[in-house]
């Protein structure tokens, strides 16, 4: 089953590299990991994307948390939440197909970044399964190149409080002890980013 986690992490050397170390030595495979800022400057945002069972999941997450610079994990199976993954497209594109390219890109809502006289940049956001969709109808033109960012995702609804346990750059600086917290229910909001 696919799952999307979401780790806050300090925002420091190395951290992306002990997270994928924790994968790789407990023999987890990653679809997709992202590591961006937050509106914190001494935090970041890693999602990550994997296949597997629930009890593989909860011990991800379980092990992630005890990385010390991981100070939230949140796994969105069962809520509600928003991904998007970002592919940039060099697609064959003569007089003939040019039409075809720009019309289908328009239906998926993306956009033409560059023209040239043998092939077309597009630029697409959406979910994993969308960019799939179009990847495959470009199959037919031609795909030159192809780059992805992959997943990111983010809780619905309205912007919640930010959790008590959660690490603030403030307190960091201030040499107040940072908490961690594994939220159990997938339900809960988190905080935002």
Do not use: C
């Amino acid at each position: 089953m696919r799952h999307v986690i979401s780790a806050l992490v300090m925002n420091e050397p190395g951290v992306l590299a002990g997270v994928a170390n924790m994968f790789s030595a407990r023999g987890f495979n990653i679809d997709s990991l992202v590591v961006g800022r937050t509106e914190d400057p001494a935090l970041s945002r890693m999602t990550i994307v994997v296949n597997a069972d629930d009890n593989t999941i909860d011990q991800v997450r379980k092990q992630l948390a005890k990385l010390v610079p991981v100070v939230q994990v949140r796994d969105f199976k069962g809520a509600a939440y928003i991904e998007r993954d970002l592919a940039l497209i060099t697609v064959s594109a003569t007089a003939d197909n040019r039409g075809d390219v720009i019309q289908t890109t328009n239906l998926f809502r993306g956009k033409v970044v560059d023209v040239g006289r043998e092939s077309v940049v597009v630029e697409l956001a959406g979910t994993e399964e969308k960019i799939e969709a179009f990847i495959d109808l470009m199959r037919d033109h031609g795909i030159k190149e192809l780059a992805r960012t992959g997943v990111i995702a983010m809780a619905r609804g309205g912007q919640p409080q930010r959790d008590p346990t959660t690490l603030s750059a403030a307190n960091t600086a201030a040499g107040g002890k940072r908490k961690r917290s594994i939220d159990a229910p997938a339900a809960q909001a988190l905080p935002p980013s």
